[in-house]
């Protein structure tokens, strides 16, 4: 079992950075393959990035592409998304989730635990 917790969420104005983490209980974090989903008001919870074991490889939703940037650090068993040029479309809850077996993937349906999520608003 692994336990995701998020944070670094608040409220930001349009063109401002947050930094949102997710700390693992994983004894193995590395192995995991990661990502980050969201969740806008009214609508269905959708993939933002993607990052693989070892951080080898990472995939980016093209909403967030050249904007966010997804990073792990394996000895603090921790994951990162650094958000830059927000917009208030960006406003949501961020939900980080893991999987064990697999390639990096956009669909949620593949990733076997979540967090509880961490609100972003975006002001304009």
């Known amino acids: 079992q692994v336990q995701l917790v998020e944070s670094g969420g608040g409220l930001v104005q349009t063109g401002g950075s947050l930094k949102l983490s997710c700390a693992a209980s994983?004894?193995?974090?590395?192995?995991?393959?990661m990502g980050w989903f969201r969740q806008a008001p009214g609508k269905e919870r959708e993939f933002v990035a993607t990052?693989?074991?070892?951080?080898?490889?990472?995939s980016y939703a093209d909403s967030v592409k050249g904007r966010f940037t997804i990073s792990r650090d394996d000895a603090k068993n921790t994951m990162y998304l650094q958000m830059n040029g927000l917009k208030p479309e960006d406003t949501a809850v961020y939900y980080c989730?893991?999987?064990?077996?697999?390639?990096?993937?956009?669909?949620?349906?593949?990733?076997?635990?979540w967090g509880q999520g961490t609100q972003v608003t975006v002001s304009s």
């Open positions: 994983a004894r193995t974090f590395s192995i995991y393959t």
């Open positions: 990052i693989s074991r070892y951080g080898g490889s990472t």
């Open positions: 989730a893991a999987k064990l077996y697999g390639f990096p993937s956009k669909e949620q349906t593949s990733y076997d635990y």
